[in-house]
């Protein structure tokens, strides 16, 4: 397994270095906060509920805020190791340039298949995520104008966590964290930018318990806009809580 994650990390962290090797254009330049809650609650053999709320900020980690989202999903599961999810996300998308004085919120369903692979020495988790994104249009700086613009997008996110000390996985255990996730637009009207951002994070990962795992490090977003020749690249600190709970019934 640990061979299998290094091809394809080797593989992501190639396709991130030429995406942003080729970005000569105008890139633009922030630091921004990420902070994210999620839960996965199995309520029974086939059955659970997925939760993520996220609030970011917008520059120099404390200015402003850039977006919050609200994202749930009915959860299935083929086995203890592979579920599907289908799902409804919220974003408000706070004031920002072309919008200075209003939110644009975005309404954006979700599908997704979602696999473990855990060991004594490793974790890995990946999932491929399917977004119908729908965000109002915008006037100008102080309107919202009727009528949304839609857009198709696909996600694929590999993360890999490697104990450092001999806890491993168990309550007051330390792990190496490394997650690249790729983005990329579909459809007929993306010119562009069918290629939308590259995440990547390294980190520390906390056991607080059994169930409930912090992360917190750095994440480097690269993201090409719409227009093609103009890039974001986000330096962010990023500090995740993740919580697992089982409410099935135990068997007589």
């Known amino acids: 397994m640990n061979k299998a994650f290094s091809i394809i990390l080797s593989i992501l962290l190639m396709l991130s270095a030429r995406i942003q090797a080729q970005a000569v254009k105008e890139v633009n330049e922030s630091t921004q906060l990420w902070t994210a809650y999620f839960t996965q609650t199995r309520f029974s053999n086939q059955w659970g509920l997925w939760t993520d709320l996220h609030l970011r900020t917008k520059e120099n980690l404390v200015n402003d805020l850039s977006s919050g989202i609200v994202r749930v999903g009915l959860m299935y599961y083929l086995n203890d190791h592979t579920k599907l999810t289908a799902g409804y996300a919220f974003i408000n998308h706070f004031p920002s340039e ?136 986000l330096h962010t600190a990023r500090l995740f809580l993740f919580q697992t709970f089982d409410v099935r019934k135990p068997k007589a």
């Open 98 to 233: 072309g919008h200075a004085s209003i939110s644009q919120p975005e309404h954006r369903p979700w599908q997704q298949i979602q696999w473990h692979t855990n060991g004594p020495k490793s974790r890995l988790t990946q999932w491929i995520r399917l977004e119908e994104r729908s965000r109002r249009r915008i006037r100008n700086d102080r309107e919202l104008a009727e009528g949304y613009t839609y857009g198709t997008r696909v996600r694929y996110n590999l993360l890999a966590a490697f104990p450092l000390g001999p806890r491993a996985f168990t309550p007051g255990g330390l792990s190496l964290v490394l997650n690249d996730e790729i983005h990329l637009n579909l459809g007929r009207k993306v010119v562009y930018n069918h290629f939308d951002q590259n995440r990547f994070f390294a980190g520390l990962g906390y056991q607080l318990g059994r169930h409930t795992t912090l992360q917190a490090g750095y994440m480097n977003v690269f993201q090409q806009l719409a227009a093609g020749n103009r890039y974001r690249n």
